[in-house]
Nanobody
């Protein structure tokens, strides 16, 4: 019930917008997150947002370049990625948390039990 889209090939410095649809089931008010996994590396936290209140969290590596947003009516979450770097190359996943989560839990992938299929982002000239 989570479907991510919007990946592709982009040159360094370019932009991409990823979208995740959470329709089809109720995830209550559980936070939605974006994670990524580069080849040979562990899946890492990118950004998260709460449906209610809209509190946002970012990984330090993307702060100032990426923007997460939500549409409560459409139940979609987007990740606007600007000033992309080669090191942003990865498969990006959207995920729904298992529960409400407190701030210290929001960046841990183990607290997300619902995952969509990933979408590949390649940043290369």
């Amino acid at each position: 019930q989570l479907q991510a889209s919007g990946g592709g090939l982009v040159q360094p410095g370019g932009s991409l917008r990823l979208s995740c649809s959470a329709s089809g089931r109720t995830f209550r008010d559980n936070p939605m997150g974006w994670f990524r996994q580069a080849p040979g590396k562990e899946r890492e936290f990118v950004a998260a947002i709460r449906w209610s209140g809209g509190t946002i969290y970012y990984a330090d590596s993307v702060k100032g370049r990426f923007t997460i947003s939500k549409d409560n009516t459409k139940k979609t979450v987007a990740l606007q990625m600007n000033s992309l770097k080669p090191e942003d190359t990865a498969v990006y996943y959207c995920a729904a948390a298992n529960g409400a989560l407190i701030a210290s839990e929001i960046r841990r992938k183990d607290n997300y039990g619902y995952w969509g299929k990933g979408t590949l982002v390649t940043v290369s000239s």
